[in-house]
């Protein structure tokens, strides 16, 4: 059964660094594991995208282990303004479904 | 910067009506995405859609639901006969070549959908 598992919140304080990890089982061999952020009525909004090792980009980092069946999004000195629900997606094989996590609810304190 | 604009912002219906959810992607995206967030939870896969017809849908995308791009440019998601259950924030999303998870979608603002 394809499922995509994440802690459901975080506390975080600001500049600290904050790592969210997510299980995917059964993910797909050549597909990316993507991580998004909404904020409250909005839509979710692309961070980071990877397959493999460790993808880094302006915002935040990305680690994927050999197996790809976790990733763990780490976002570096946080502030009052990441607080946000943060979602993984992966592609399953099991018809190339996308599947989101069921979102972290990290929240900052000052 | 382009971005993906869903109309209307707010639906009110009647069980039992006919609603269109329309959205208008990124111009030279070729992948379109429904998802569905029911207050309070997470974001839920309806289907997705490249080349004029579905790639890939749901168990929630049932005979109720169709999708269509009637034109160049709209995206449009229709529920034949709403249900209570079907009240919900439905978001549309584009992306460019590689479609599935290999590429970055981008979400429109959403319409939130009331089923009364």
């Known amino acids: 059964l394809a499922k995509t598992t994440q802690p459901i919140s975080m506390d975080s304080y600001e500049g600290q660094e904050v790592n969210i990890t997510c299980s995917h089982n059964?993910?797909?061999?050549?597909?990316?594991i993507t991580w998004y952020q909404q904020f409250p009525s909005q839509g979710p909004r692309f961070i980071i995208q990877?397959?493999?090792t460790k993808v880094t980009n302006e915002v935040a980092s990305l680690f994927i282990p050999a197996d790809r069946k976790s990733s763990t999004l780490s976002l570096p000195r946080v502030s009052l303004s990441d607080t946000a629900v943060y979602y993984c997606?992966?592609?399953?094989?099991?018809?190339?479904?996308?599947?989101f996590g069921q979102g972290t609810e990290l929240s900052v304190k000052p | 910067e382009p971005e993906v604009t869903q109309t209307p912002s707010h639906q009110v219906t009647q069980m039992g009506q006919e609603v269109i959810l329309r959205c208008v992607p990124i111009s030279n995206h070729l992948y379109f995405y429904w998802y569905r967030q029911i207050l309070g939870q997470k974001v839920e896969f309806l289907v997705s859609?490249?080349?004029?017809?579905?790639?890939?849908k749901s168990e929630i995308f049932d005979d109720q639901f169709s999708v269509e791009r009637p034109d160049g440019s709209n995206f449009t998601l229709k529920i034949r006969s709403t249900k209570l259950e079907d009240s919900a924030m439905y978001f549309c999303?584009?992306?460019?070549?590689?479609?599935?998870?290999?590429?970055?979608?981008?979400f429109g603002p959403g319409t939130r959908l009331t089923v009364l």
């Open positions: 999303a584009s992306s460019g070549a590689g479609g599935g998870g290999y590429n970055e979608q981008f």
């Open positions: 997606l992966a592609v399953y094989n099991q018809g190339g479904k996308l599947i």
């Open positions: 059964n993910i797909a061999t050549n597909d990316y």
């Open positions: 859609f490249y080349n004029n017809e579905i790639s890939e």
């Open positions: 990877g397959y493999k």
